[in-house]
């Protein structure tokens, strides 16, 4: 009787290891720098804390209006509040600046440092075949990745939160909207994907991060400004636009007597009421209208923003490793 041995299935685990190996430095340095950011939160939210209660002890309004020494007080705790909430939205624009650096990161470092060393020929001489070796590499830094930069977006939500500031960033804002739900996780996805593709194709370290950064740099900015046209707008028109309160005036302007929507600033060159007024006539401006996102759109904004990445995430990953057989078989 003959046993047939079947051949074991092929692991990323050992090739993983590797990648862990080689970049440890690198990821003991990116976690003190985050272990660092959620200290500076809890010390932020404690600070805020204090001044919020020493403030309430007082008795003073926050308006104003209940003496000089009060007045002061009520200025140096708007002045406060405003200062941490400023701080709030500079980590939440550290935040929104990780995508792009960790495509650097794959870019540079990850990939294109093996290939223009020639490393990768040692991993690909040891059973490790070029198409395990490029999953690995971007299986590694993508769990890594996406789970530490979810857990310092919740981090920054909770600390939002407990701050209890009377001044918070709305809900569209660029630095609350990228870092909260899903949508940083897939710009870090989208990130990683366009990295590998730079590195691949490139293949030198510095023109590599550098395209990847200029790529995925482009891709932020070109959804952070057209973010509003990913959902169908809730629109209002009459001579006074009686909204809701909490929403995100995307668009504004008139409308004529025939439906005609003209720009908000059609008569802003005129310098007095009267000329004003006439020129508002010769428009046959008769209303007002406003497009605007309740807070109810932020999920259908945010999963179509997702989707979108994802779909360009999983279009270039499959470009990276199709470069990768046309290149290296």
Not at 23 to 40: K, M, N, P, S, Y
Not at 62 to 90: I, K, L
Not at 105 to 112: D, R
Not at 201 to 226: D, K, M, N
Request: one cysteine or more; charged letters at 15%; a positive charge.
């Amino acid at each position: 009787m003959t046993t047939t041995l079947t051949p074991a299935r092929p692991s990323l685990r050992g090739p993983a290891r590797v990648v862990v190996r080689q970049h440890r430095l690198t990821l003991w340095i990116v976690g003190g720098l985050a272990l660092v950011a959620v200290i500076g939160l809890i010390a932020l939210v404690l600070r805020s804390s204090h001044v919020s209660g020493v403030f309430e002890a007082s008795n003073c309004p926050v308006d104003g209006g209940a003496g000089r020494a009060c007045d002061q007080t009520a200025r140096n705790y708007a002045d406060s509040m405003n200062t941490y909430r400023r701080v709030f939205d500079y980590y939440a624009a550290l935040l929104m600046a990780l995508p792009t650096l960790f495509s650097a990161f794959v870019a540079g470092p990850v990939i294109a440092r093996e290939l223009e060393s020639g490393t990768h020929r040692m991993s690909w001489t040891q059973s490790v075949s070029p198409a395990r070796w490029l999953a690995a590499r971007l299986a590694v830094p993508a769990v890594l990745l996406v789970a530490g930069t979810a857990a310092l977006a919740v981090c920054l939500h909770g600390a939002r939160a407990l701050a209890d500031l009377p001044y918070q960033s709305e809900w569209y804002s660029a630095q609350v909207y990228a870092t909260t739900g899903t949508v940083l996780a897939a710009h870090v996805l989208f990130a990683l994907c366009v990295g590998a593709v730079a590195g691949l194709l490139i293949r030198r370290v510095l023109p590599a991060l550098t395209v990847s950064v200029l790529a995925t740099g482009a891709v932020t900015a070109a959804f952070t400004y057209f973010r509003g046209l990913l959902w169908p707008r809730a629109t209002v028109t009459g001579r006074s636009l009686d909204v809701e309160s909490d929403i995100w005036w995307v668009e504004t302007g008139h409308t004529t007597g025939a439906g005609e929507r003209l720009p908000q600033d059609v008569c802003a060159q005129v310098s007095s009421a009267k000329d004003y007024a006439r020129c508002m006539a010769d428009h046959d401006i008769t209303s007002h209208y406003l497009d605007y996102h309740p807070a109810s759109h932020f999920w259908p904004l945010q999963l179509v923003e997702t989707g979108i990445l994802l779909v360009l995430a999983a279009v270039a990953l499959a470009v990276a490793f199709r470069v990768l057989r046309r290149l290296h078989g």
